[in-house]
């Protein structure tokens, strides 16, 4: 355009064309202030308490003060050296090593989960946009899958600070190139980064189907308009969806017209918006068939244990919480001192700290038809934290849709153990099938 006025001589329109550009630019600049001018909110470093400290410490806390205590009386001993001295010394030494075992194990379990954490989320989870987390209630879908998705959200939201630089510094060559295509990437970027950056109280990229808490943060709401195109996604984040097949069933072929929006999502993930999708379902057959499709990764958890934790310290609280129902629950007596009963709580919030969850899981690759067949299977464990490295969700989040949960408890008791007639003929249904008979 200005080479066209240049040839025509008319200096004023191009001094005006000039101007446009440049008062394009600080509006550009002014539409996105996180990226031009604005620094990002500091956010507030969450205190961690006695408790927590202790709960991921503990192992590491009483070897060193063994320790401290322990070894200047050694040196004494052998100082001092007599044979007396030399059975104190190794009696010493062996009550030490006993103490240092659940060190050495809480160093494997540490090891361990750093790894996971730092190694595989990195290259193995943050490389597949799709995934899907099955398996029976209580097996880890939600708080595996949640812990996943809050890590790989840190790595996402450090990916979009960088690519929020790399386009900050190419930003008016981007502008001036007039390619639209080029433009719309870059405004997208920059109006997600703008988002996360505008709203401390978030945690960066990561939405979820159900509130996940970090400190004083929670995650982003997301919910299956999201997924089917009905409203817009930010970019490069991660997408939890708990129990997908409630909003995401299989259907015939004829009804799967109405998720025609997600199923392109699903298919373009990387395309539309570089975003991670972790969904959890108890059946992998249960969400729709484009789903299962494009699913990159089927991990069916079999369990999770508690490993790694302190014996001595869960063993005591077990002993002092059944002194205090024994106490004041079955004999009724007066509670005159609340020492016990808030050593008691203490001990609860240390034991939630302590330790490290054990994940066994099989991760199985399906071609996503109806009759599934596993190409590929092969069990597996990894280690994270006890405590998520402190993210907190509600294992119970759904339980308001209990149906009967507004009425009252109406139970019998049984009286004897064979059952009346009358409730094996209702259970059997004795005398639908004798009349049919006839």
Same mark, same amino acid.
């Given at each position: 355009?200005?080479?066209?006025?240049?040839?025509?001589?008319?200096?004023?329109?191009?001094?005006? @064309?000039?101007?446009?550009?440049?008062?394009?630019?600080?509006?550009?600049?002014?539409?996105?202030?996180?990226?031009?001018?604005?620094?990002?909110?500091?956010?507030?470093?969450?205190?961690?308490?006695?408790?927590?400290?202790?709960?991921?410490?503990?192992?590491? *806390?009483?070897?060193? =003060?063994?320790?401290?205590?322990?070894?200047?009386?050694?040196?004494?001993?052998?100082?001092?050296?007599?044979?007396?001295?030399? =059975?104190?010394?190794?009696?010493?030494?062996?009550?030490?090593?006993?103490?240092?075992?659940?060190?050495?194990?809480?160093?494997?379990?540490?090891?361990?989960?750093?790894?996971?954490?730092?190694?595989?989320?990195?290259?193995?989870?943050?490389?597949?946009? *799709?995934?899907?987390?099955?398996?029976?209630?209580? @097996?880890?879908?939600?708080?595996?899958?949640?812990?996943?998705?809050?890590?790989?959200?840190?790595?996402?939201?450090?990916?979009?600070?960088?690519?929020?630089?790399?386009?900050?510094?190419?930003?008016?060559?981007?502008?001036?190139?007039?390619?639209?295509?080029?433009?719309?990437?870059?405004?997208? #970027?920059?109006?997600?980064?703008?988002?996360? @950056?505008?709203?401390?109280?978030?945690?960066?990229?990561?939405?979820?189907?159900?509130?996940?808490?970090?400190?004083?943060?929670?995650?982003?709401?997301?919910?299956?308009?999201? #997924?089917?195109?009905?409203?817009?996604?930010?970019?490069?984040?991660?997408?939890?969806?708990?129990?997908? @097949?409630?909003?995401?069933?299989?259907?015939?072929?004829?009804?799967?017209?109405?998720?025609?929006?997600?199923?392109?999502?699903?298919?373009?993930?990387?395309?539309?918006?570089?975003?991670? /999708?972790?969904?959890?379902?108890?059946?992998?057959?249960?969400?729709? #068939?484009?789903?299962?499709?494009?699913?990159?990764?089927? +991990?069916?958890?079999?369990?999770?244990?508690?490993?790694?934790?302190?014996?001595?310290?869960?063993?005591?609280?077990?002993?002092?919480?059944?002194?205090?129902?024994?106490?004041?629950?079955?004999?009724?007596?007066? *509670?005159?001192?609340?020492?016990?009963?808030?050593?008691?709580?203490?001990?609860?919030?240390?034991?939630?700290?302590?330790?490290?969850?054990?994940?066994?899981?099989?991760?199985?690759? =399906? /071609?996503?038809?109806?009759?599934?067949?596993?190409?590929?299977?092969?069990?597996?464990?990894?280690?994270?934290?006890?405590?998520?490295?402190?993210?907190?969700?509600?294992? +119970?989040?759904?339980?308001?849709?209990?149906?009967?949960?507004?009425?009252?408890?109406?139970?019998? /008791?049984?009286?004897?153990?064979?059952?009346?007639?009358?409730? #094996?003929?209702?259970?059997?249904?004795?005398?639908?099938?004798?009349?049919?008979?006839?």
């Amino acid at each position: 355009m200005l080479e066209k006025l240049k040839k025509k001589g008319n200096f004023k329109k191009i001094k005006q @064309a000039r101007f446009n550009r440049k008062e394009y630019r600080r509006s550009f600049e002014a539409h996105y202030p996180y990226v031009f001018k604005k620094k990002l909110p500091e956010i507030p470093k969450e205190k961690t308490n006695l408790a927590t400290k202790l709960g991921r410490k503990f192992p590491l *806390i009483v070897t060193g =003060t063994l320790t401290i205590i322990t070894l200047p009386i050694i040196i004494n001993l052998l100082v001092r050296f007599t044979i007396r001295n030399l =059975t104190f010394v190794i009696i010493s030494l062996i009550l030490f090593l006993l103490t240092l075992t659940p060190t050495i194990q809480w160093f494997y379990y540490k090891i361990r989960s750093n790894h996971y954490i730092n190694v595989t989320l990195k290259n193995t989870v943050l490389r597949v946009y *799709i995934q899907l987390r099955d398996g029976n209630p209580g @097996a880890g879908k939600s708080s595996g899958g949640g812990f996943d998705a809050h890590e790989v959200s840190k790595f996402l939201w450090e990916e979009l600070k960088f690519k929020v630089l790399l386009l900050k510094i190419n930003y008016k060559k981007i502008l001036n190139s007039n390619n639209q295509a080029k433009i719309n990437d870059m405004s997208y #970027i920059f109006e997600s980064y703008s988002f996360w @950056a505008s709203h401390p109280e978030a945690i960066p990229c990561l939405l979820s189907n159900i509130p996940f808490k970090v400190g004083n943060r929670f995650c982003g709401v997301v919910s299956f308009d999201f #997924i089917a195109q009905l409203k817009k996604l930010p970019y490069n984040c991660v997408v939890f969806y708990d129990e997908l @097949a409630v909003d995401c069933e299989a259907v015939l072929k004829k009804e799967q017209k109405k998720y025609d929006g997600s199923s392109e999502l699903f298919k373009f993930d990387r395309h539309f918006t570089e975003d991670r /999708i972790i969904a959890t379902e108890q059946d992998r057959n249960s969400p729709n #068939i484009n789903f299962r499709r494009c699913c990159g990764l089927n +991990r069916r958890m079999q369990s999770q244990e508690w490993v790694g934790y302190s014996k001595f310290l869960n063993n005591l609280y077990e002993k002092l919480k059944s002194n205090i129902i024994k106490k004041y629950i079955e004999n009724q007596k007066p *509670i005159k001192h609340t020492f016990k009963i808030k050593f008691a709580i203490f001990l609860a919030e240390v034991l939630k700290h302590n330790g490290f969850r054990k994940y066994n899981y099989v991760d199985s690759t =399906t /071609i996503g038809y109806g009759n599934e067949k596993v190409v590929k299977e092969k069990t597996f464990s990894y280690i994270i934290p006890t405590d998520l490295n402190g993210l907190e969700y509600d294992d +119970r989040t759904f339980k308001e849709a209990y149906r009967a949960k507004d009425l009252k408890l109406d139970i019998e /008791i049984y009286n004897d153990l064979i059952l009346s007639k009358d409730e #094996i003929t209702r259970r059997f249904k004795i005398k639908e099938s004798i009349e049919k008979q006839k």
